[in-house]
């Protein structure tokens, strides 16, 4: 097993922050974080990450815990994967010993990501040490690709003959890992496997964080009759509709500029980065997806769209600007000149160059779109005008903010005003109608999409990977848990033993109404008797429920900003005197489990005879008694102080101290 100590190096090192900015785009909110909800979809950001005590927070899903369980979630891995991969990330050597995952799959799942792992290595040792790789050395070379950026990608080489699966199977790792990564498949004969990839150049197709989910091959002989690439199928790791080629190199320049340049080849990425363009990336040979597009929108808002001219190309741009609009990013496309790709272009004529390009030729969607029609000469006519002005207006239709709606429509009509000789109105009404039939066809979609259908079946190891699209818009209502009763589990894990002892003096576990924050009170007891950590961090690494629960309690929607603070000189501290907010909490528990069982007493008499009667009656009028006077009485007098703030005003919060309960001498 992983020392302990090397779990805590590992926690203190990891920034949660940066591991969780991977996934979500953050903003400083506070002392913490804001960001839109990896965990469920959403327009306004309800994910919180708070860094001082290293966890994250969703307001909206109910999801939280701490930099261990968001790479769980995340990567889909158990608690060692996640403890490797952070390992990993942050340069800290730990033991190499292999531990069992919490269940079948999740040991599947790293079962694969080591045989990707594994399979990089061969393939990019190969390249650079056999014989068989000199036509891939040599396409390279003639590509321009130096060894630091051969090195930076992962690339490889998979020999002629099936030698990853013998070189695999000498290292221990099972056939089984090996086709669930789809590195091989079997055979048609029914003898066993044979490698995926062969006498082919290896393109690692990496997750944001870096670690290997698929491959790409391409052939190096042009002559032969089959496919230029050969990619990865669909896996428990990758799921191509919702992986961006690149990402994982790009993201922090892409956050630095505030754009993603979105290209469409593996080689067109490479040779932007070796000439330092960095913010690019590409759509790893597929279509664009909404899921690539929330990828990309974890990192930036703005996206310059670069496609080849040729009618494929204009059409895969046209799909692909429509996404984009759809999830809310502000979009720009541009055209190299006629022959030039982005490999090409950058090569021939550099970074600066190529930017100088961009600044001068990559336009707004709807100025795009117009140029674009009218050197197409479908502004002429009526009807192509009228045609082209619609195609625009369906796109605008799209986005989903109301005002950038009408400032791309303003905009639009100021791009044809030449055309149309009229006012904006007449777009705005068109653009209302397209809305509406375009929610009609959403909720008519819905609808059929509810509908239930017969259960599809699968084999064994079909079952696709959860992705971030399959969360549901919303999760079922649940009950609120009572914020008095998290207050007072908040107070005991802040401010540990003798907030414990004072709470547990004058509470038990009856008193709460929520059964999970009865549980949880019930633990920190437990834990407290036997002298066992009570913290944050050991409950964020707890079974469930805890880790959600340590989010809800701990974490505040919303904060005092740090500018403030400083402007009004006012730092509103919520704990100045934890004792006194602990009295504030007690007493609407106690009055709340009185009024309870005044209920259900009240409810058993009902059901009840003479004599039996009568005892409940009594005992209803002294509970009575007891609200009443609970309800005049302050919460300061309706609990004493602990001792030792009465013999020194000026105690901390920290430290020993022991209680004499009442009738003790």
């Known amino acids: 097993m992983i020392p302990e100590n090397k779990k805590e190096e590992i926690r203190e090192t990891a920034d949660i922050v940066e591991v969780v900015g991977d996934y979500v785009k953050l903003k400083k909110s506070g002392s913490g974080f804001v960001g839109l909800c990896p965990f469920h979809n959403e327009k306004t950001p309800s994910f919180h990450v708070t860094p001082n005590m290293g966890i994250y927070k969703c307001f909206g899903c109910g999801e939280s815990g701490d930099v261990f369980s968001f790479v769980m979630a995340m990567e889909g891995v158990g608690f060692p994967e996640a403890l490797r ?40 040792r190969h390249l650079l040490e056999t014989e068989d790789a000199e036509k891939a050395r ?22 002629k003959n099936s030698q990853l699966l013998k070189a ?27 490698d995926t990839f062969r006498d082919r150049l290896m393109f690692p197709i990496f997750n944001p964080s870096g670690k290997v989910i698929a491959f790409a091959g391409r052939i190096l002989d042009e002559e032969k009759k089959t496919a230029k690439y050969v990619n990865s199928a669909q896996t428990l790791v990758y799921n191509k509709s919702e992986v961006v080629y690149g990402v994982n190199f790009s993201k922090n320049d892409i956050r630095k500029e505030g754009e993603v340049i979105l290209v469409e080849g593996y080689t067109d990425v490479i040779s932007m980065h070796q000439h330092g363009v960095k913010n690019v990336v590409s759509s790893s040979g597929t279509s664009l997806t909404a899921g690539q597009i929330k990828i990309l929108q974890r990192y930036g808002n703005r996206i310059v769209m670069i496609y080849d001219a040729d009618s494929a190309g204009q059409k895969a741009m046209e799909r692909g600007m429509n996404i984009a609009l759809e999830q809310g990013m502000e979009v720009f496309l541009m055209q190299l000149p006629d022959g030039e790709d982005p490999d090409s272009f950058v090569k021939q004529f550099g970074q600066e160059s190529f930017l100088d390009y961009k600044r001068k030729n990559a336009e707004d969607f709807v100025t795009f779109s117009i140029h674009k029609a009218e050197k197409e000469g479908r502004m002429e006519s009526p009807g192509d005008r009228t045609a082209a002005i619609k195609s625009v207006l369906e796109s605008i239709a799209l986005i989903p903010e109301e005002l950038d709606r009408q400032v791309y429509v303003q905009h639009l009509h100021q791009q044809t005003q030449k055309y149309r000789k009229g006012s904006d109105r007449e777009l705005f009404q068109l653009l209302d109608k397209i809305v509406a039939d375009q929610q009609k066809r959403s909720r008519y979609k819905e609808r059929n999409q509810s509908a239930p259908s017969a259960p599809v079946p699968h084999s064994v190891g079909d079952e ?11 999760t079922p209502a649940q009950k609120k848990k009572p914020h008095y009763e998290k207050e007072i589990i908040r107070l005991m894990l802040q401010f540990g033993e003798r907030m414990i002892k004072f709470i547990g003096h004058n509470v038990a576990e009856d008193h709460f109404e929520d059964d999970e924050l009865r549980e949880f009170y019930r633990d920190i007891i437990k834990r407290h008797i036997e002298e066992e950590e009570v913290t944050v961090q050991h409950y964020t690494n707890r079974e469930k429920p805890f880790p959600t629960l340590v989010g809800d309690i701990v974490l505040e929607r919303y904060s005092v900003s740090e500018k403030y603070v400083q402007k009004t000189g006012n730092d509103v501290k919520k704990d100045r005197n934890p004792f006194k907010t602990a009295k504030y909490s007690m007493k609407p528990l106690r009055l709340y489990f009185l009024e309870r069982k005044r209920r259900e007493l009240t409810e058993r008499m009902k059901k009840s005879e003479d004599e039996e009667k009568s005892k409940l009656m009594k005992s209803i009028t002294k509970l009575q008694k007891e609200i009443t006077r609970i309800q005049k009485i302050s919460a300061d007098e309706l609990f004493e102080d602990p001792d030792f703030l009465k013999n020194d005003s000026s105690a901390s919060v920290s430290g020993r101290f022991e209680y004499k309960m009442k009738g003790d001498k």
């Open 168 to 194: 695999a199977e000498k290292e221990g790792i099972p056939e089984e890992y090996l086709a669930e990564a789809d590195l091989v498949k079997p055979s048609n004969r029914g003898d066993g496997f044979y």
């Open 138 to 159: 040599a396409y390279l070379k003639k590509r321009g690709y130096d060894k630091s950026i051969i090195r930076k990608f992962g690339l490889g080489y998979a020999p």
């Open 85 to 124: 991969s952070l390992a990993d990330r942050y340069g800290i050597d730990i033991p190499d010993e292999h531990v069992e995952g919490d269940d079948e799959r999740t040991k599947k799942r790293e079962g694969v990501y080591h045989a990707l792992k594994y399979a990089g290595l061969f393939f990019y």
């Open 464 to 474: 696709p990977p959860l992705q971030q699209s399959e969360y549901p818009e919303s």
